[in-house]
C-alpha cells in the first residue's frame, strides 16, 4: 500500500498508509490529518478538500477533472497550477512516496 | 427496519417545551452538550445529539446515520425527495439537480440576475426612509433568485414565498397543526402544476436551470420526482438565504465598528457569512435514522431509532468554538455544520454565498447610507428546527 506525505502549512509533516483504490481525502481524513476539512465527504462540492501536489509530483498526479476544474476557482486559499481536491485524486500504487501540501485555509 | 418512536433503553429522557425552544433553544442545548449529549426528548420524539463532534461522526457515516426516515414530517409534506434518500438514489438525483447551483454557474448564468432583482428591490424601498429588511428585501430577494435558478419563470416571487412558507411550516410542524398541513397541500399541488409546465418547455429549449438539468440528465429523472425535489428546494431555498442575510445584518447594525471595517473591506463579508451560519444557523436540526445498533455519546442506540443531528448545538460547542454565543468574525477558523456534511451537503451553499455575501449585504449597506436599527423595534428571532428574524426594522437617509 503506498505512503503519502501531508505537509501542513507549518511545516510538519505526516506520513499515511493509503488505500489503493480509495481517494487521497479519504487517507487524510480517517488518519486524522488537521486541514483536511472535506464537508461534502468527497462529491467535490465544497471545496474543503484542497491540496497542493509537490512540484516533483504533479505529473504522477496529473490534472483535475471538469468539476474538479470549477469547483477549485473558489477554493479558500489561493489556486495554484499543482491544485487538487484530495477527494478526486484516485489512490494508487504508482502514488507511493507522493507528498502534498495543505492550504492555510479550507473554508 | 422499523421506527422506535421511544427512548434507548439507557438515554437519558430530558423534557424539553417546543414553545420554549421556538424562542430560543440555545440555553437548552448547552445543559444537553453538558449533562446529556444524547438524549430522548418526548416532546420532539426523537434522540437529540448536540455535541460536535458526535454530530460530525454521524454525519461522516450515512449508512448508519440514514436519511431515510420513516414518518419524516418532510415526507408527508413533499413526498419522496432527495433529502431524506441516501446513496446511490440520493446521489443519482443530486447529480441531476447540482449542475445549476455550481460556484461557476452561479457566476456565469445567475450573477447578473441576482445583482439586477436587488437594485430592483432597492429601487423600490429606497426613497422611503425605513423600512423592514426581511419583508421588503430579503425574503423576496431570495425567492426572486430562486425562482430563476429553478426555471420558474411562471411564478412570481410572492407565489414562491408563500410555497416556501406554507411547506416550511409544515415541516416544522411537530405539533400536528391541520390548518398547517392543509396549506401545505395546497402549496404542493400549486409547485406540481408549475414544474410539470416548466419541464415540458425545458425539454424543448435548455435554458441552464434545476428543472432543466434535470430533465434533460444522463441517468433519466421522472416528472414526479422533478415535481418532490423542487418542493424541497424551494423549501430550503428561501429561508436559508433570507435568514442568513438577516441575522448578519442585524448583528452588523449591532457592532458598527465591525461593519465599517467590512464596508472598507469586501474580502471580509465572506468571513461575515460563515460567522452568521456558525452563530444562528438557519437550519437547526437534521433528522436521522439508525439502520444498524450503533453507540454514540455514551448510548448504545438500537436499530431504527430516530436521533436528531442538532447542528444548532453543534455550531455553539464550547470546546470547538470560544466564547461560542458571541458573534465574532474573527475567531479562529474551524469549520462549521450550518450547511451539513457529507453527501448532503447544501446544494444551495454557493448560491447562498453569492447572493447574500457578494451581493444583497454590500448593496444594502452602500446604498442605504446612514443605515440603523429602529430602536424598540419587535424584530424577534424565532424557530429551532429553522431559525431566523421575523423582521428587521430598519431606517436610512432617503
Ligand atoms: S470533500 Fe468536498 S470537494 Fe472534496
Given at each position: ?107 | 427496519?422499523s ?42 420524539g ?11 461522526r ?18 408527508r ?9 441516501d ?22 448564468l445567475w ?14 424601498i ?42 416550511m ?43 432543466s ?167 424577534r ?18
Amino acid at each position: 500500500m503506498p505512503i503519502v506525505i501531508f505537509e501542513l502549512p507549518d511545516g510538519t509533516q505526516r506520513k499515511v498508509t493509503a488505500d489503493s483504490g480509495t481517494v487521497l481525502m479519504q487517507a487524510a481524513v480517517s488518519n486524522g490529518v488537521d486541514g483536511i476539512v472535506a464537508e461534502c465527504g468527497g462529491n467535490a462540492s465544497c471545496a474543503t478538500c484542497h491540496v497542493y501536489v509537490d512540484e516533483r509530483h504533479g505529473e504522477l498526479v496529473g490534472p483535475p477533472n471538469d468539476v474538479e476544474d470549477e469547483m477549485l476557482d473558489f477554493t479558500a486559499a489561493e489556486r495554484r497550477p499543482t491544485s487538487r481536491l484530495s477527494c478526486q485524486v484516485q489512490v494508487s500504487d504508482a502514488l507511493d512516496g507522493l507528498v502534498v501540501h495543505i492550504p492555510e485555509e479550507q473554508v | 427496519m422499523s421506527t422506535l418512536m421511544a427512548a434507548a433503553p439507557g438515554a437519558p429522557v430530558v423534557e424539553l417545551d417546543l414553545a420554549e425552544l421556538r424562542d430560543d433553544p440555545y440555553p437548552a442545548y448547552a445543559e444537553l452538550r453538558r449533562t446529556a449529549p444524547l438524549a430522548w426528548v418526548p416532546s420532539v420524539g426523537r434522540h437529540l445529539l448536540t455535541r460536535y463532534e458526535d454530530i460530525v461522526r454521524a454525519e461522516k457515516l450515512p449508512e448508519v446515520f440514514s436519511s431515510r426516515e420513516e414518518g419524516s414530517l418532510l415526507l408527508r409534506t413533499v413526498g419522496p425527495n432527495l433529502l431524506r434518500e441516501d446513496d446511490p438514489e440520493h446521489r443519482r438525483l443530486r447529480a441531476a439537480a447540482e449542475p445549476p447551483t455550481r460556484p461557476r454557474q452561479v457566476r456565469d448564468l445567475w450573477a447578473g440576475t441576482f445583482e439586477r432583482n436587488a437594485h430592483d428591490l432597492l429601487d423600490r424601498i429606497a426613497g422611503r426612509g425605513e423600512g423592514d429588511l426581511i419583508g421588503d428585501f430579503a425574503e423576496p430577494l431570495a425567492a426572486a433568485n430562486l425562482a430563476v435558478v429553478l426555471g420558474l419563470r411562471n411564478a412570481s416571487a410572492d407565489d414562491i414565498s408563500d410555497w416556501s412558507r406554507a411547506m416550511m411550516a409544515a415541516n416544522g410542524n411537530y405539533a400536528d397543526d391541520p390548518d398547517i398541513w392543509l396549506r401545505a397541500e395546497q402549496a404542493t399541488r400549486a409547485i406540481e402544476d408549475a414544474v410539470a409546465e416548466m419541464a415540458e418547455a425545458a425539454r424543448r429549449e435548455p435554458d441552464g436551470s434545476v428543472i432543466s438539468s434535470m430533465v434533460h440528465a444522463a441517468d433519466p429523472v421522472e416528472l414526479t420526482e422533478i415535481q418532490n425535489n423542487i418542493k424541497v428546494i424551494i423549501g430550503g431555498g428561501v429561508n436559508e438565504p433570507r435568514d442568513v442575510f438577516g441575522v448578519g445584518a442585524q448583528a452588523l447594525l449591532r457592532r458598527p465598528d465591525v461593519r465599517d471595517r467590512v464596508v472598507a473591506d469586501a474580502g471580509l463579508w465572506k468571513r461575515v457569512f460563515e460567522e452568521t451560519a456558525r452563530w444562528i444557523s438557519p437550519i437547526g436540526i437534521y433528522p436521522r435514522q439508525l439502520t444498524q445498533d450503533y453507540e454514540i455519546a455514551g448510548v448504545a442506540l438500537p436499530a431504527g431509532s430516530r436521533v436528531a443531528l442538532v447542528i444548532a448545538s453543534g455550531n455553539r460547542d464550547e470546546s470547538v468554538f470560544e466564547r461560542a454565543d458571541e458573534f465574532d468574525i474573527d475567531r479562529p477558523h474551524r469549520p462549521h455544520l450550518a450547511f451539513g456534511g457529507g453527501p448532503h451537503f447544501c446544494m444551495g451553499a454557493w448560491v447562498a454565498r453569492h447572493e447574500v455575501s457578494a451581493l444583497a449585504w454590500p448593496l444594502v449597506f452602500s446604498r442605504l447610507k446612514g443605515l440603523r436599527l429602529v430602536e424598540g423595534a419587535d424584530d424577534r428571532m424565532e424557530g429551532w428546527v429553522f431559525r431566523g428574524l421575523t423582521s428587521l426594522n430598519v431606517t436610512w437617509q432617503a
